[in-house]
C-alpha cells in the first residue's frame, strides 16, 4: 500500500514529503465531509446541540492539521519547482474533497460554480446544481423553529469552524506565495498566485462566496 500511495515524478526527495503532506490534508478533508454530513443531518432532525458538538470536534481536527504547513514550509522551492516540471496541468484545484468540503458548508456563487474552481470538478458542481443541501442552508431553514440557546450554539460552532477554514486557507496562500514567488505563474492554468489571493478571504458561510 505504501508503494501504490507513493508515485513520484522526480527523484529529489522533498517530493516525497510534498505528496504525503498532500494526502494527508486529502484525508483531512474526506473527515472533515463526514462530519459536516453529520452536522446537516443532525440539525435537521431537531438535534441541534449535537450537531454543534460535532461541528466542533471537526474544527479541533482542523486544528490538529496545522503543524503541517510548518512541515511543509521545509521544502526547498527549488525542489518543487524540479517536480512541478513533470506534472503540467495538476493542481489541488480539482480536489473533489475539497470542493464538496466548500460546498456543504455553503453554496457557492453563481460565479464561482461556473468557473474554473467548480468546472474542475464536473460531479460536485452537478450536486451543488442538483440541490444539494449546505449547513449554511440547513441552519437558516431551521434557527428560528430551535431554541434562541441552541442557536447560538450552533452559530458559535460555525464561527469556529469558519475561523479555522480561513487559517487554513492564509496558511496554505503564505506557503503557496512563498514557494512560487509572486511572480511565478500558476499552476492548473490560473493566473499566478492572483487566484488564490482573490478567494482565500470569501466567508465560508452565508456570504455566498
Ligand atoms: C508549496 C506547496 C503548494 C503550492 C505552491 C500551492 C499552490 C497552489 C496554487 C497556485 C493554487 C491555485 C490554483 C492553481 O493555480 O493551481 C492552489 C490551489 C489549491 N491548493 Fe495548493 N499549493 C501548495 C500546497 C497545497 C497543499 C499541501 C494542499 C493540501 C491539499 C493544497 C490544496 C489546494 C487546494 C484545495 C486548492 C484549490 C483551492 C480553491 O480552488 O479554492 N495545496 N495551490
Redesign the pocket.
Known amino acids: 500500500m505504501l508503494r501504490l500511495t507513493m508515485l513520484p515524478v522526480d527523484t529529489v526527495h522533498d517530493e516525497y514529503l ?1 505528496l504525503r ?2 494526502q494527508i ?2 484525508l483531512l ?1 474526506s473527515l472533515l465531509v463526514v462530519d459536516l454530513e453529520e452536522v446537516i443531518a443532525s440539525l435537521t432532525t431537531g438535534r441541534a446541540r449535537i450537531a454543534a458538538a460535532r461541528l466542533d470536534a471537526a474544527t479541533g481536527t482542523l486544528h490538529e492539521s496545522r503543524a503541517l504547513w510548518p512541515l ?1 514550509a521545509t ?1 526547498q522551492p527549488e525542489a ?1 519547482a524540479l517536480f512541478r516540471q513533470h506534472t503540467e496541468g495538476a ?3 480539482q ?1 473533489r474533497t ?2 464538496l468540503l ?1 460546498s456543504l458548508c455553503a453554496r457557492p456563487a453563481d460565479a464561482r460554480l461556473n468557473s474554473l ?1 467548480y468546472t474542475s470538478v464536473p460531479e460536485i458542481r452537478a450536486r451543488v446544481r442538483d440541490g444539494q443541501v449546505s449547513l449554511d442552508e440547513a441552519f437558516r431553514a431551521v434557527q428560528h423553529s430551535i431554541s434562541a440557546g441552541s442557536a447560538g450554539r450552533v452559530r458559535q460552532a460555525m464561527d469556529r469552524f469558519a475561523d479555522a477554514n480561513l487559517r487554513w486557507r492564509r496558511s ?1 496562500l503564505g ?2 506565495t512563498r ?2 514567488g509572486p511572480e511565478a505563474a ?5 493566473s499566478r ?1 492572483t ?2 489571493a482573490a ?1 482565500h478571504h470569501r466567508p465560508v458561510f452565508g456570504g455566498g462566496g
Open positions: 510534498f503532506v498532500l490534508f486529502e478533508f511543509l521544502m518543487f493542481s489541488a484545484i480536489s475539497y470542493k466548500e474552481a496554505h506557503l503557496a514557494t512560487l500558476g499552476t492548473g492554468n490560473t498566485l487566484y488564490l478567494i
